[in-house]
């Protein structure tokens, strides 16, 4: 059967390939070259572009493929009351290639005084499209669970309780702004609950002085914190990922280890989760699924341009329904296309193919 809310049965985690006119306006108004008006006006003009193909592949859910940030995190971080720019002694390292060494740091309260930022940001999409206009932005525990520590002011925070609650409290705030400007369909991408099931990562957590135990429950309480104060009718899914940058990753593990913490202790309504490799392990924590929740199977990778047969999409679908109700299922890509303003290692061609696959196999399982 159709749906008629979101997440859709063909729905896609959002970020989209930079095309060259944005990458060339970006660089040339980092060297100062152009204003900040001309890059605004050569983005609005690819944004319409891009949310027209999204139309047209048969996508009921628009984003603006997140052209306007550089990352798909630290961008909505730097917009907080109290975050700033942090340059790292190296970046975050990945399979065989480490990040630009950008970050964030932590220099005063955390809060949210007025609209965020990235509020025009959806109203630029919601003014150029009648299908649903979504906005992507990172869950709470972004600020936190890179593996190299955020630096955080102790003279603001000598207690990390306060640090916790004035972050809640600020995601609270910046979420009802969001939906105060009539967004409906909010996702949280939320890569540290999936990195802890990461043996690995979460070593590299312990080390740092971090309990791996108590963090899922603590992201889990601040995703609750951020979506509650919305409206009735807003969805708020949660994208789960183990790095994306590059096409490559940064961890592995099934979801066993915090399936408690994604189903049962978190609010959102329902999930995007990453399944295109063995490297997310098998459906069998899909059981754990409650009933009126609804989890987005990531069976396509954004990661190579090689197209999935439909054959086994549908394969794979008909595996997770044994753990889970068709009926609560959906598809999508396992990521976005573009976590970060590099991009995936594919063509903008191979990644619309990709997404009016989603298209045609959804409408084949579940109905036009």
């Known amino acids: 059967m159709k749906r008629t809310k979101p997440p859709f049965r063909a729905d896609h985690v959002g970020s989209l390939l930079r095309p060259q006119a944005v990458h060339d306006a970006r660089a040339k108004h980092a060297k100062g070259e152009i204003t900040p008006q001309a890059l605004k006006e050569i983005e609005d003009r690819e944004i319409e572009r891009v949310i027209r193909k999204q139309e047209d592949v048969g ?13 798909w995190h630290l961008d909505f971080l730097w917009g907080l009351d109290g975050a700033e720019k942090h340059l790292m002694a190296e970046g975050v390292h990945f399979a065989a290639v480490n990040t630009r060494n950008e970050g964030v740091k932590v220099t005063g309260k955390l809060g949210m005084a007025g609209p965020h930022p990235m509020v025009e940001h959806f109203r630029f999409v919601a003014a150029h499209t009648r ?3 979504k906005i992507t932005i990172p869950a709470p525990s972004a600020i936190y669970g890179r593996p190299i520590a955020t630096p955080i002011d102790k003279t603001v925070y000598p207690s990390m309780d306060r640090f916790w609650d004035d ?4 995601y609270k705030r910046a979420v009802r702004g969001f939906a105060d400007a009539g ?8 890569v540290f609950i ?8 979460r070593d590299q957590m312990v080390k740092r002085g971090d309990d791996p135990e108590k963090l ?21 899914t949660m994208h789960l990922c183990r ?30 989760m990453e399944y295109d490799t063995e490297r997310a392990g098998g459906f069998e924590p899909l059981r754990l699924l409650p009933k009126g929740k609804t989890v987005v199977l990531g069976l396509v990778t954004t990661k190579t ?19 889970a109700s068709l009926d609560q299922l959906c598809l999508s890509g396992q990521c976005g296309f573009a976590s970060t303003e590099e991009g995936n290692l594919l063509t903008e061609d191979e990644q619309w193919a990709k997404l009016r696959l989603i298209v045609e196999v959804a409408d084949e399982v579940w109905g036009r």
């Open 59 to 71: 996508l009921e859910a628009v984003t603006d493929g997140e052209f306007r940030r550089s990352w």
């Open 243 to 272: 790095g994306n940058y590059k096409s490559t990753f940064m961890g592995a593990g099934g979801y066993d280890a915090e399936a408690d913490v994604l189903f049962n202790q978190t609010n959102v309504h329902g999930y995007f």
């Open 167 to 170: 972050l809640g409290n600020a």
């Open 194 to 201: 999936a990195m802890l099931c990461d043996p690995n990562y």
């Open 216 to 236: 899922g429950p603590l992201y889990a309480k601040l995703i609750n914190a951020a979506m509650s104060d919305i409206p009735s009718d807003m969805t708020i």
């Open 305 to 323: 341009g090689q197209l999935e047969s439909k054959d086994e999409l549908k394969r794979r679908i008909d595996q997770a329904a044994k753990f």
């Open 131 to 133: 299908r649903t206009p």
């Open 183 to 190: 967004c409906r369909y909010l996702q949280l991408d939320e």
